[in-house]
């Protein structure tokens, strides 16, 4: 069998698979046989040939899909391009445990190097996350203390208005004295007028709704 140029790859890091994983696929398939070294470096070059091909067809599919970048989908184009469709199933199932093992060694990863962590940024991080937490309550504080604050003063408001309008009622209900006019003598306005807070006086005492304003 003559090995023409096309399987007579030069070792590239970049697409070389190790020997190592090599043997341990031919062991693993073929447990009982014993291969040549040279048997052994055809079947690496074999694979090497099957991934320049494969990749050369994806690059074509990526470039069809006016795509940058060469994705899953890309290869398995590339595989019924060469004839292979019995593989992509197989091919399908595989690069889903290839996600699911990456994802959990990038979770091993993350949780050592969270392990490593010096002391000293421990007690840093702690530190930060109590002061987080403390200026989140002074401002839960704040915000309650003003929601309080204006609750208070919509009640003595209300208080106000209701005291002020039942003296109203209270003057209107006095006696008349001998002119005709409906005004209270001095115990009786003081009576009147006790209950009415001083806030109220402040403001103008009690207005009777019969006052006119020219």
């Not at 019924?80 to 959990?104: C, F, H, I, P």
């Not at 530190?127 to 003003?146: D, G």
């Not at 109203?168 to 001998?178: A, F, R």
Request: hydrophobic share 35%; aromatic share 4%; with cysteine.
């Amino acid at each position: 069998m003559e090995i023409d140029d096309n399987l007579a790859f030069k070792e590239d890091e970049e697409v070389a698979i190790p020997r190592a994983s090599l043997n341990k696929f031919i062991k693993e398939f073929l447990p009982e046989a014993r291969l040549s070294i040279e048997t052994r470096d055809l079947v690496l070059n074999c694979c090497h040939k099957f991934i320049h091909q494969l990749s050369s067809e994806a690059n074509a599919a990526c470039a069809r899909a006016n795509k940058k970048t060469i994705n899953p989908e890309h290869i398995l184009s590339g595989l019924e391009s060469m004839g292979l469709s019995d593989y992509v199933a197989e091919v399908r199932a595989a690069n889903e445990g290839a996600k699911v093992e990456l994802k959990d060694r990038r979770m091993l990863s993350a949780s050592h190097r969270f392990k490593k962590q010096d002391p000293e940024e421990w007690d840093r991080l702690g530190e930060e996350q109590e002061r987080l937490f403390e200026l989140a309550r002074v401002q839960m504080l704040q915000e309650q203390q003003q929601l309080m604050g204006e609750s208070d003063l919509l009640k003595a408001a209300e208080s106000t208005m209701h005291v002020v309008t039942g003296c109203n009622q209270d003057v209107s209900s006095l006696p008349s004295t001998s002119d005709g006019n409906s005004k209270p003598n001095g115990d009786n306005f003081a009576t009147a007028t006790a209950s009415i807070p001083a806030s109220a006086l402040l403001l103008g005492g009690v207005v009777d709704k019969d006052d006119e304003y020219d």
